[in-house]
């Protein structure tokens, strides 16, 4: 395996290289160029934070993950993970002393429901404080359904793949919605579904089909029920942007909810990387599991703030006129320590702000954006990607104490002062237009003053 996976490296990167070379040669499009001064984001701007359910309560009750994490010997032990369970009061005060008018959160399914038709009712006191706690401190709740948790009797029912789950699914997400759209959340229905069907289809878990057939299902379903209860609610089911890709990715998706999204929720990362973007593909048309690329853990994935303009553009065009706000958007860094890039936590988010000021002065309806994450967390089988504002070591801290990063003091300027200065530039200028989001990002490419 190890010789036939060199040959797949040689021939992926000898396609790279000949894909960047045909873009280096095809004739240079016009740029988009800035005017001198970027004017700040309206004070009705939806500056947030996030956070999910299983990632950061602990207490975890039987669930689908549950029961992946001791199967996987290379995973961290949950344990209590940063035990927002307990904390949230404080970790809300952490949000709110930033300035955020946003809080997201996940409303985690096997809490309320350990048995079908049973209700845990001190799990529905948890949630109650947390959301009185949220608006208590002056935020709006984000309210996200589905953050990839499902409970361990709906496994034992065959998860994704039985024909019941839809139904158990809405009748736990209905009892959710009539309980606190009182409280004007704005609404996710199922976090990044294609990447959420990646995971369950890996642990043979689902067919991707039919759970996509099923989410589907879900999502228009629920959209209507919040309708009939908040007839003014905000719903979206966020994608995880995939730069050089996303049409292929998530098109499909969208197409058949897009009708159902009163904003277009976005979590944008990173940028196209052409060796794991061909590896992709062989390992869809050979069906092989190949292994990644040496230098490819989550924080080795190539930055470039300004596709989140592209990501903008790219729905701002799918839907015009149509809400734009980036649900998720953070950097990672390996167990805390600085990047080997040498990008700061702080230059990352300012970078990141101007381009999303860019795109809202272009004509993008751009209303909110979300920092990934408030603090770290479990990131779905490790504790070494950090994303927090404010750090947090599970491993070796038992007070699980919250240490702030240096992007505490820039995030609260930032929403102090509607963004960055008009006269800010970024620490990094654009790449070459094919390491960001081709094709998309050569036609035309954008230009810093």
């Known amino acids: 395996m190890r010789f036939r996976f060199r040959r797949y490296a040689l021939a992926i990167l000898a396609a790279a290289a000949s894909t960047m070379l045909l873009w280096t040669n095809a004739p240079a499009a016009p740029l988009i160029r800035p005017v001198a001064a970027t004017p700040p984001l309206d004070p009705g701007f939806l500056w947030g934070v996030a956070a999910s359910g299983f990632q950061s309560e602990g207490h975890a009750p039987d669930s689908n993950w549950t029961r992946y994490i001791p199967a996987h010997h290379d995973y961290d032990a949950l344990q209590d993970s940063v035990d927002f ?11 709110a002393a930033l300035g955020v008018r946003v809080f997201r959160i996940g409303i985690e399914w096997a809490r309320l429901q350990p048995a079908p038709g049973m209700w845990d009712e001190g ?145 944008y990362y990173f940028a196209y990387d052409p060796a794991q973007s061909l590896l992709g593909s062989i390992t869809r048309a050979t069906g092989s599991a190949l292994p990644n690329l040496p230098g490819t853990n989550i924080w080795d994935l190539p930055l470039r703030t300004e596709g989140v303009y592209y ?64 603090t770290d967390n479990y990131e779905w089988g490790s504790y070494t990607p950090r994303f927090g504002l404010y750090t947090v070591d599970v491993r070796t801290d038992p007070a699980l104490t919250r240490r702030p990063t240096d992007a505490v003091g820039a995030y609260t300027q930032l929403i102090a002062t509607g963004g960055v200065p008009a006269d800010y530039r970024p620490t990094r200028s654009p790449a070459i237009c094919f390491l960001v989001d081709p094709p998309a990002s050569c036609l035309p490419p954008i230009a810093v003053p």
Do not use: C
Not at 187 to 211: C, F, K, L, Q
């Open 85 to 95: 369970y307990d904390r949230y009061a404080s970790d809300i005060d952490l949000a």
């Open 123 to 267: 799990a529905l006191r948890f949630y109650d404080g947390v959301i009185a706690n949220i608006v208590r401190a002056g935020m709006r709740p984000m309210i996200t359904l589905d953050h990839w948790v499902y409970p361990g009797w709906a496994v034992d029912r065959g998860g994704w793949r039985s024909p019941e789950m839809v139904d158990d699914w809405l009748t736990n997400m209905r009892k959710v919605v009539d309980r606190y759209a009182s409280r004007n959340p704005l609404w996710v229905t199922v976090n990044e579904p294609a990447a959420y069907i990646s995971h369950e289809v890996r642990r043979g878990a689902a067919d991707p089909g039919e759970m996509l057939e099923r989410i589907v299902q879900a999502h228009n379903a629920i959209y209507d029920h919040i309708h009939q209860i908040q007839p003014d609610a905000q719903v979206t089911s966020n994608v995880g942007y995939v730069a050089g890709a996303e049409a292929e990715v998530n098109g499909e998706f969208i197409d058949r909810v897009g009708y159902r999204l009163d904003y277009v929720g976005i979590d």
């Open 311 to 374: 990501a903008l553009q790219h729905y701002s065009q799918r839907f015009p006129n149509k809400p734009l706000y980036i649900v998720e958007n953070g950097m990672p860094t390996d167990n805390g320590r600085p990047r080997a890039d040498g990008y700061s936590r702080s230059d990352h988010l300012r970078d990141t702000v101007y381009w999303i000021q860019r795109a809202k002065a272009d004509g993008m309806n751009v209303i909110g954006y979300n920092y990934w994450s408030l």
